[in-house]
């Protein structure tokens, strides 16, 4: 059965940090790009990093560039999203994806979808 299942999130702190996994099964994150989006309430979705097959090269949404960085566990299929210093404002429901590219990526934008989780949430308040 191929699915993304994501885990990780959960309340913090505005300043704070959090570390999402995403564990693929059913294939090999090898062998697509892989990355983030999120969905806050009210809000459409966003694309937030790409992580690339070929090569492991990244691509960041402006809002999270510096703060956000995506790397990936090649043996054990799994990729991460570290999240520092967080703001109330990337509070959204995260999803990891397939078939990402990092110019949409970069432009914040959502890319067509293949393969996605049920998502975590990620809550950052006071």
């Known amino acids: 059965q191929v699915q993304l299942v994501e885990s990780g999130g959960g309340l913090v702190q505005p300043g704070g940090s959090l570390k999402l996994s995403c564990v693929a099964s059913?294939?090999?994150?090898?062998?697509?790009?892989i990355g983030w989006f999120r969905q806050a309430p009210g809000k459409e979705r966003e694309g937030v990093s790409c992580i690339s097959s070929s090569d492991g090269s990244t691509a960041y949404a402006d809002s999270v560039k510096g703060r956000f960085t995506i790397s990936r566990d090649i043996a054990k299929n799994e990729v991460y999203l570290q999240m520092n210093s967080l703001k109330p404002e990337d509070t959204a429901v995260y999803y990891c994806?397939?078939?990402?590219?990092?110019?949409?990526?970069?432009?914040?934008?959502?890319?067509?979808?293949?393969?996605w989780g049920q998502g975590t949430l990620v809550t950052v308040s006071s």
């Open positions: 059913g294939f090999r994150l090898d062998f697509s790009n």
């Open positions: 994806a397939t078939g990402c590219d990092h110019q949409t990526v970069a432009a914040g934008r959502l890319w067509y979808l293949d393969i």
